[in-house]
């Protein structure tokens, strides 16, 4: 199964992502839930890259079942909608093929103050 954790601040704005695992819809090449997850999750974290002025850190498994994005010093508005547009297609997937492949779950991060 595939685990979506968004991180949200106190208010609910996204403030980056952590999908992993495997949907086992299908065999390995041909399942269409990983495929549509991964397509959402790195044209998200590559239009925050190449969209905005924002600093992100990530990482990634080489055998795709790993991706990390976050905002060190924040998500900015053009970020925190991206992200927005990837929650819906998750969401959207998660509704179509159903829990047993996709959990999208919240996890409220605070920000660190200096």
Same mark, same amino acid.
């Given at each position: 199964?595939?685990?979506?954790?968004?991180?949200?601040?106190?208010?609910?704005?996204?403030?980056?992502?952590?999908?992993?695992?495997?949907?086992?819809?299908?065999?390995?090449?041909?399942?269409?839930?990983?495929?549509?997850?991964?397509?959402?999750?790195?044209?998200?974290?590559?239009?925050?890259? !190449?969209?905005?002025?924002?600093?992100?850190?990530?990482?990634?498994?080489?055998?795709?079942?790993?991706?990390?994005?976050?905002?060190?010093?924040?998500?900015?508005?053009?970020?925190?909608?991206?992200?927005?547009?990837?929650?819906?297609?998750?969401?959207?997937?998660?509704?179509?093929?159903?829990?047993?492949?996709?959990?999208?779950?919240?996890?409220?991060?605070? !920000?660190?103050?200096?």
């Amino acid at each position: 199964m595939i685990t979506a954790t968004i991180f949200q601040d106190p208010s609910g704005n996204p403030e980056g992502f952590r999908i992993s695992g495997h949907a086992d819809y299908a065999q390995e090449g041909s399942d269409i839930v990983c495929a549509a997850v991964s397509a959402l999750a790195m044209t998200t974290a590559n239009a925050v890259e !190449k969209l905005t002025d924002d600093a992100v850190v990530g990482e990634a498994a080489d055998d795709g079942g790993y991706l990390l994005l976050q905002f060190p010093e924040g998500a900015g508005r053009d970020s925190q909608l991206l992200m927005r547009a990837m929650m819906v297609g998750l969401t959207d997937i998660g509704k179509k093929y159903g829990s047993r492949y996709i959990q999208i779950r919240t996890e409220e991060v605070r !920000k660190c103050s200096s």
